[in-house]
């Protein structure tokens, strides 16, 4: 009698779904880490990360306050968003005395990288609260996946040396 999972499946099958539940986050800490590099060399001379106003506003905490399609468009075109009479933009154009954010010269990938970035370090403000919220699927779900694997590891493994 074969139970079509055998032993040599149960390893490579444990391997990938371990690297699947891993890269996730790893792929989010590289994606933050060139975003901050980007963010470095060409926001930074108008934006602090929670130390205060500079030519444009502080950003700590702007992608909870901002909704994400919004953000998206602040970052890659504010102009088109002025020129839409977009409120928010307006108010943030008030804000800032008239001075108007220029469009970056960002892919789009940098420009998700630097979003990435910017949620990182609101990230680093919880981390004195918990792990942050956003890995506890990964590890409930990894977690689960192990528990499930043993138990029928060892449920075809007993089948197995009954056979034998
Ligand atoms: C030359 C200065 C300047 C540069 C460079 C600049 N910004 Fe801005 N930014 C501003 C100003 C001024 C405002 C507010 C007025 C406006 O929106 O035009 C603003 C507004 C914003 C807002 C909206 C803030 C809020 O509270 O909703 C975000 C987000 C933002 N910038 C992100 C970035 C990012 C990310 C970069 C780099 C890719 C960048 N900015 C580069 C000047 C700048």
Known sequence: ????????W?????????????LAPIKLGIAAETGQQIFQDICAPCHTIGKGKLVGPDLAGVTA???????RRQIKEP?????????????LLKEAEDVEMPPPEISDEGLAAVIA???????LANVEVGLPSQYMPTVIISLLVLIG??????????????VR
Not at 65 to 71: F, P, S, V, Y
Not at 117 to 123: F, G, I
Not at 149 to 162: N, P, W
């Open 1 to 8: 009698m074969t139970t079509g999972f055998s032993i040599r």
């Open 10 to 22: 149960r390893v490579p099958a444990l391997g990938v779904l371990m690297i699947v539940t891993w």
């Open 149 to 162: 694997l043993t138990l029928i590891g060892l449920i075809v493994g007993k089948k197995k040396v009954d």
């Open 65 to 71: 306050r901002r909704e994400a399609n919004w953000l």
């Open 79 to 91: 102009d088109k968003l002025i020129e839409e009479k977009d409120p928010l933009a307006l108010q």
């Open 117 to 123: 970035y910017l949620k990182s370090t609101e990230q």
